[in-house]
């Protein structure tokens, strides 16, 4: 299964590096992953990441687009701007740069979140608390 799906929350280390969970370096290596696009999430505080396959489908929608539209230009610095490339040690470690702190507000620990064909980062308790809002919004549907 080539999903990025569950979610972990990892220490992160004292030079600044975090675990990836086995399952989803096991997916990124199923994929063949080597470089990881990031971006800041468009809705939440988190960081997404896949791999340039994802970029290029953000890339394809500013394509389908007015270059000039203000709809291009937004999805571009959002896709662009605020997107890095990152790799993995050879241990399956991230470094936590200041791009993923200073947007998430992650400091010494890390939960993983899978979103099928990508994962997130997300400081644990603000994930907890998506979480239950997501979760009360479907109960509310039912009712």
Not at 27 to 41: G, K, P, S, W
Not at 87 to 109: C, N, P, Q, Y
Request: charged fraction near 25%; glycine fraction near 8%; include cysteine.
């Amino acid at each position: 299964m080539s999903r990025f799906l569950s979610s972990a929350t990892n220490r992160i280390d004292s030079k600044g590096r975090v675990s990836v969970p086995a399952a989803f370096r096991s997916v990124l290596a199923q994929r063949n992953i080597q470089e990881l696009y990031c971006f800041q999430d468009f809705v939440f505080p988190a960081i997404s990441i896949g791999g340039s396959d994802l970029l290029e489908r953000f890339e394809r929608q500013i394509a389908a687009e007015d270059p000039f539209s203000p709809e291009a230009n937004a999805m571009s610095l959002l896709i662009h701007g605020g997107g890095v490339f990152m790799k993995l040690d050879a241990e399956g470690r991230l470094m936590v740069t200041d791009f993923i702190r200073d947007f998430t507000g992650i400091s010494d620990e890390v939960t993983f979140v899978g979103r099928a064909d990508h994962f997130q980062l997300w400081q644990p308790n603000a994930f907890q608390a998506a979480q239950m809002q997501a979760r009360g919004e479907r109960a509310g549907k039912r009712s």
